[in-house]
């Protein structure tokens, strides 16, 4: 029974991750189709956030990003 229980649960899992993962890309796509953002940005922020995003990792520039529990990058305050 158990190992149903957690198939199960990881169906579930890939479902909600799905359905945020569309929701995100939709809304991106927005964001480019109004100018609001450009992919280079995106890109360039993404790369940005991963740096710093790894916990113990050596941070990079973050332009102020600094996720809880997190080392801060250079450039906060926190």
Not at 28 to 39: A, H, M, P, T, W
Not at 43 to 54: H, S
């Amino acid at each position: 029974m158990g190992d149903i229980d957690i198939y199960s649960q990881i169906s579930n899992m890939k479902d909600v991750d799905y359905k945020n993962t569309l929701a995100l890309v939709s809304l991106i796509e927005i964001l480019i189709d109004k100018g609001v953002i450009d992919r280079h940005e995106l890109a360039q922020k993404a790369r940005e956030i991963d740096n710093c995003e790894q916990p113990m990792k050596t941070p990079g520039n973050c332009g102020g990003f600094s996720p809880p529990n997190y080392r801060s990058c250079p450039g906060t305050h926190a």
